[in-house]
């Protein structure tokens, strides 16, 4: 990849393979660098960037320390030299299975971070329509949240990826936090609709999520998408 | 999409009043109102990631877009309140059809359903975030798929802050509710 192309691409590819050309100019390299880096800040899948220079010109170790410091995650960046004998084809094979456990593993942490930030997180009356989601201690309740949202608890243990019993148990659990305040944000939309017209929409096909059922999404996890839906028609966003 | 193809337009000096509804019930909420608030959530002309903020050319427009929201949900159409941005913006202009051809856009492409979530673009977020990676344009202006499915013609921008620099100005209109807010920042 050249240096407009790293700038134009929307996110980074799961797999970025940069060979150093021999004549790169240092400056130059601080750019791109900067570039990639706040393209991984900006990025919540894994991307791994191998970052290749010709055999002859490994920098020292205070450069490398310098290249990867502006990476947000510098574990996930290699540093190779580039040899005649390895194809990028092979370096790929062997990358293969490491990449696969990073989006494995993404994938199961993605709920566990809870919702991107919200122009309603600090609306006293927003938070007051889904006050009757929480207990005593300010935590969400599953079993408030799953009464709310007409599922029985065993569905939305299996949601949450907990047994029945453990949900029973500890229903607002603060292990189980940054996954309910996804159903939170979604609840939201209580602000423009009643509880029985909010249970209607979960069941209603949308035209703006391609003919899909609110709850066809909620099923399938996709609970950021479904939330971002809910900000935008709080917020009125254009279509 | 290509930077190099966007480096040979020249931008259209817009200087207008931009509008957007939004439901009572959502804008009373929380006073003050931050009317310029980015999540970085993904739209139409902006993967997830990727700040900026949408408006609509004009009130009718933008009654449109409202509607078409509301629609979506159970019961009567919720009132609403509108705004407005006072915009001096370099942009970008989709109705120009030579710009889509230099774009290599097709008119399909700017009504055609886009991804939500991290890991692919449609056309017209890579063309939102090639946008926000330079300063000749700091807006584009696209036509709006609400009036487009009412059968009438209207349009839309996304103003990005990071393409946002003085000379062009983007400043919300609040009255008495909220302070002025304004990109780029005073």
């Not at chain 1, 709920?111 to 005593?136: E, H, I, Y």
């Amino acid at each position: 990849m050249n240096y407009t192309e790293i700038r134009e691409r929307s996110a980074l590819p799961d797999l970025l393979v940069w060979d150093i050309a021999k004549k790169e100019v240092k400056e130059g390299l601080f750019v791109l660098i900067k570039i990639l880096a706040k393209k991984q800040g900006g990025a919540a899948h894994p991307s791994l960037i191998i970052i290749r220079f010709p055999a002859a010109q490994i920098p020292d170790t205070t450069t490398l320390t310098k290249l990867l410091r502006p990476f947000p995650r510098p574990e996930q960046v290699e540093i190779r030299w580039r040899t005649p004998k390895m194809k990028v084809s092979d370096l790929v094979r062997v990358v293969d299975s490491k990449l696969t456990l990073m989006r494995e593993q993404n994938e199961s942490q993605a709920l566990q971070r809870g919702p991107r930030p919200s122009p309603f997180d600090q609306s006293k009356k927003v938070l007051a329509v889904t006050g009757d989601l929480r207990v005593d201690n300010g935590n969400l309740s599953a079993a408030r949240i799953a009464k709310l949202f007409g599922i029985t608890e065993s569905q939305i243990a299996s949601w949450l990826g907990k047994s029945r019993q453990a949900l029973n148990q500890a229903p607002a659990a603060d292990a189980i936090q940054p996954e309910l305040q996804f159903l939170e944000r979604i609840a939201r939309l209580r602000l423009l609709v009643s509880e029985s017209d909010f249970r209607k929409w979960l069941k209603m096909p949308n035209e703006l999520l391609e003919g899909k059922q609110p709850f066809e999404l909620l099923a399938s996890n996709q609970w950021q998408e479904l939330a971002d839906f809910v900000d935008d028609t709080l917020s009125g966003s254009p279509t | 999409m290509d930077l190099a193809a966007l480096k040979k337009l020249t931008p259209v000096m817009v200087t207008s009043t931009l509008a957007r509804c939004v439901p009572r019930d959502a804008l009373e909420s929380h006073l003050p109102v931050d009317f310029l608030y980015t999540s970085g959530k993904a739209g139409r002309y902006n993967p997830a990631g990727l700040n900026c903020i949408y408006f609509s050319e004009n009130a009718i427009v933008a009654v449109r877009e409202y509607e078409r929201r509301m629609s979506t949900l159970p019961g009567l159409i919720k009132p609403f309140l509108t705004y407005y941005a006072e915009v001096n913006l370099p942009v970008l202009d989709l109705e120009d059809a030579a710009v889509l051809k230099a774009l290599d856009l097709e008119e399909s492409d700017l009504f055609a359903p886009w991804p939500k979530s991290l890991g692919s673009a449609s056309k017209t977020q890579q063309l939102g975030e090639v946008v926000s990676l330079q300063k000749e344009f700091a807006a584009i202006r696209f036509p709006s798929d609400a009036a487009h499915r009412a059968h009438e013609t209207g349009f839309n921008f996304v103003i990005y802050p990071s393409s946002t620099k003085a000379p062009a100005r983007l400043k919300i209109e609040t009255g008495a509710i909220s302070p002025s807010q304004e990109w780029p920042p005073i």
